[in-house]
Nanobody, 118 residues
Framework: QMQLVESGGGYVQLGGSLRLSCAASGSTSTITTMGWFRQAPGKPRVLVATVTTDGITNYDDSVKGRFTISADGAKNTWYLQMDSLKPEDTAVYYC????????????WGQGTQVTVSS
């Protein structure tokens, strides 16, 4: 069973930066998509950014131009570089992987808190 562990969350001021990391263990060769979601209090979990093994990226409009997703070639670790942070970015951030074998499915990390103060 593949497991994901996030790190790098914390507290920053408006305009600051954070870099989140996701470390994957297990059958990482089955990953097709890596990414990040976030969930603010009382709100549903929503997509932030994804990158496929083909290198195709997808960003929510709210973070375009401010956040950058990247991954290593072995699919062991991926990152979310967050710049120009805003209070509305405050949320629990979850790393995510989409796998294709033995069947299409999703894997999630435990979440890491990001708080942006004004």
């Amino acid at each position: 069973q593949m497991q994901l562990v996030e790190s790098g969350g914390g507290y920053v001021q408006l305009g600051g930066s954070l870099r989140l990391s996701c470390a994957a263990s297990g059958s990482t060769s089955t990953i097709t998509t890596m990414g990040w979601f976030r969930q603010a209090p009382g709100k549903p979990r929503v997509l932030v950014a994804t990158v496929t093994t083909d290198g195709i990226t997808n960003y929510d409009d709210s973070v375009k131009g401010r956040f950058t997703i990247s991954a290593d070639g072995a699919k062991n670790t991926w990152y979310l570089q967050m710049d120009s942070l805003k209070p509305e970015d405050t949320a629990v951030y979850y790393c995510y992987a989409r796998i294709y074998y033995p069947r299409s499915d999703n894997r999630w990390g435990q979440g890491t808190q990001v708080t942006v103060s004004s």
